[in-house]
């Protein structure tokens, strides 16, 4: 994996708060330092005599810690009513005017309450979200900067990738990262494709084949014709598509979000008339109504509203931390509940991410040397550096322990002589007599999706072994349960279509896109959208980053490269695909928790400002029954501390 130490930023999804200023602003440290003098001072005011000190230290209070709230409250009123061309306040507007309303009336202490409240939620989230700008140096990283360029005398020279010119002939050693795109003029070898197409299982390659910068070469060395500009490989597309994915995002409008401005907009309407109409239609004195106006504007104030969200998403983010889930931003696990359509990568994500050994098949003639067969079979791959190789020495069973000699043979596969007897084990079309039996079996493995190989003795077609990635054990639940809950599920792949769909098939998923490069798999992911609604991405590979990005909600799995878990908002760091659905539970109840919040907080704002229109109600009583409220809608949040069943 790659080492890197950048920051990330999440999507600029508007949050779960009601502060609609956080992806506007970026904050240094002096607002907090404020925040936290006029803490201090708030403090101090209560061990002072009631009088013109007291007050002055609670004004200051609401002055320091409300720095921000108010300059951005009008602020952000301003901006977004000029962009909307319609009046669109926030909270803060609200906030500030209840706390200068509360001071002109004298209750300088109250005023400053609310400031502190509603500053410590706003610091809260900004502390959740993060703000800083994701960066992709790890990406970067992986990009190639060195070639070996063969000059017209046959000479190596080491040059800058940034230098290559479309004709440009290199020389690729064993296990170096092929430096750009092009074809090979000649040699063989095996390319870990994995980081454009997911890939797990090497692609083996000859003269006239495609090879692609930043994967890397196998043991094999070979020279290359470049075909690419290094600005125009697919990697680079790759690069450029996760740039402009990340100044091209989308913004999700949370509940609290979009009902913010019609509320702070009814509140401030109904505040101007009711001191205006009061003296009329109650008798009132205008100091009266006055009166009654600024405990209406603050009893109104969103508290409750604005706690209804924080408090309860936070809990929940720490009850799915300690299951090896990681949010980065709380808008991300609220808008989860939401998602109509989720797309898989399969290599790493939904399968195991190594080839197995599914099946062996011997024909019936050879049945008393099975035994010395295995044994030669993996006597070869032994000598062989290849995952599959790998996958046959780890399933195949021997009885005898032998010591061959293999060669490599370009267009015939693995082959070594034992005691006068030539064996060799390749591809299918590497064998032109075939018996019947081995064909059935090759087609029904290869339409599984399986990759084939043959084992003959003197020439004859023996026996053969299918390998497959297999499905992640713990696939089949998640996709059973997304699937319950009206989730249309997808997977895209780099693979071949069959080979994604025999996985696919196995998991009941709903949608298949195979053949897939990287440049590609966000298109799919915004057609998704188009068609079903808030898209969830789910990968473990560079190959997915731009998909990730591209997804309302992108899901690294922790097993993966740094640079898709850079890039995206969830990350599964235990690489269990069943805390997927978890999250998804939790996210439900969140959404619930959330809506209770939102309708008792403004239950109560309601049953105040009716009891203070009749008179029953003043300012002291007012902010108890406020502020209570507000301490019942964080005690709700809380239960989401605890595990689901």
């Not at 001191?275 to 104030?301: E, N």
């Not at 050879?366 to 599959?388: G, R, T, W």
């Not at 390998?467 to 989730?487: E, F, S």
């Not at 069943?578 to 619930?592: E, F, G, N, P």
């Amino acid at each position: 994996m790659i080492n890197m130490s950048h920051e990330h930023t999440a999507h600029t999804h508007v949050s779960s708060c009601s502060h609609s200023h956080s992806d506007q602003h970026e904050h240094g440290k002096t607002p907090i330092i404020l925040f936290f003098v006029g803490l201090a001072i708030f403090i101090i005011s209560f061990f002072l005599p009631a009088g013109v000190w007291s007050n002055s230290f609670a004004f200051a209070t609401i002055i320091l810690s409300g720095y921000h709230v108010i300059i951005e409250g009008f602020q952000d009123t301003y901006v977004e009513t000029k962009r909307n061309k319609k009046f669109t306040p926030n909270v803060h507007v609200l906030m500030a005017l209840a706390a200068l309303g509360a001071s002109l009336i004298g209750d300088f202490k109250e005023g400053a309450l609310l400031i502190l409240i509603f500053s410590a939620a706003h610091f809260l989230e900004e502390y959740v979200e993060g703000k800083s700008k994701r960066e992709i140096t790890a990406l970067m990283n992986m990009n190639p900067t060195k070639a070996r360029l063969i000059e017209p005398d046959g000479t190596i020279k080491v040059v800058d990738v940034s230098k290559l010119k479309i004709g440009d002939h290199l020389q690729v050693l064993n296990g170096d990262q092929i430096p750009t795109d092009g074809k090979i003029l000649t040699g063989y070898t095996s390319i870990d494709e994995s980081s454009i197409n997911g890939e797990s299982i090497p692609a083996e390659k000859t003269v006239g084949d495609e090879v692609y910068g930043s994967t890397i070469n196998g043991d094999g060395t070979f020279i290359m014709e470049v075909t690419k500009d290094s600005s125009d490989t697919v990697f680079a597309k790759i690069l450029k598509l996760v740039n402009e994915s990340q100044s091209n995002l989308s913004k999700t409008a949370t509940k609290i979000k979009r009902f913010e401005p019609k509320y702070v907009t009814a509140v401030l309407i109904i505040v101007a008339i009711y001191i205006i109409a009061t003296p009329y239609l109650l008798d009132y004195t205008f100091d009266q109504s006055f009166y009654k106006g600024m405990v209406f504007l603050t009893v109104a104030s969103p508290c409750a509203l604005a706690a209804s969200d924080i408090p309860a998403t936070l809990s929940a983010i720490s009850n799915l931390a300690k299951r090896g889930v990681l949010f980065k931003g709380g808008s991300y696990l609220s808008n989860l509940s939401d998602i109509k359509a989720i797309a898989f990568d399969k290599t790493g994500t939904l399968t195991e991410g190594k080839p197995k050994v599914t099946d062996v098949h011997f024909i019936d003639t050879v049945n008393n040397q099975i035994s010395f067969y295995s044994d030669i079979i993996v006597a070869m791959e032994k000598k062989a550096n290849h995952p599959l190789a790998n996958a046959i020495i780890e399933s195949i069973v021997t009885t005898t322990d032998l010591d061959v000699t293999i060669e490599n043979e370009i267009g015939k596969g693995l082959i070594t002589h034992y005691n006068k007897h030539t064996y060799r084990i390749g591809k299918p079309s590497q064998f032109t007599q075939v018996p019947k039996d081995i064909e059935k079996f090759n087609n029904q493995y290869t339409k599984e999706g399986k990759t084939v190989v043959y084992f003959s003795d003197n020439d004859d077609v023996v026996g053969l072994i299918a390998m497959m990635d297999l499905p992640n054990p713990k696939a089949q639940k998640v996709i059973n349960y997304l699937k319950q809950a009206g989730v249309h599920t997808a997977m895209i792949t780099g693979d071949a279509k069959t080979t994604g769909e025999a996985v696919a098939h196995s998991l009941g998923m709903d949608q298949v896109v195979g053949n897939v490069l990287p440049e590609n798999k966000s298109k799919i992911i915004t057609q998704l959208h188009d068609e079903y609604g808030l898209t969830a991405m789910v990968g473990d590979g560079v190959n997915d980053a731009p998909a990730l990005v591209k997804a309302d909600i992108g899901v690294a799995i922790g097993e993966g490269t740094d640079v898709a878990i850079d890039v995206a908002d969830v990350v599964l760091m235990k690489n269990d695909l069943t805390q997927l659905s978890y999250a998804h539970r939790l996210s439900k109840k969140l959404d619930k928790v959330v809506m209770q919040n939102i309708v008792f907080s403004m239950s109560v704002v309601l049953l105040l400002v009716t009891l203070n229109i009749f008179g029953k109600m003043n300012l002291p009583i007012g902010v108890l029954a406020h502020e209570g409220s507000t301490i019942v809608v964080l005690l709700n949040g809380l239960r989401l501390l605890k595990p689901l069943h």
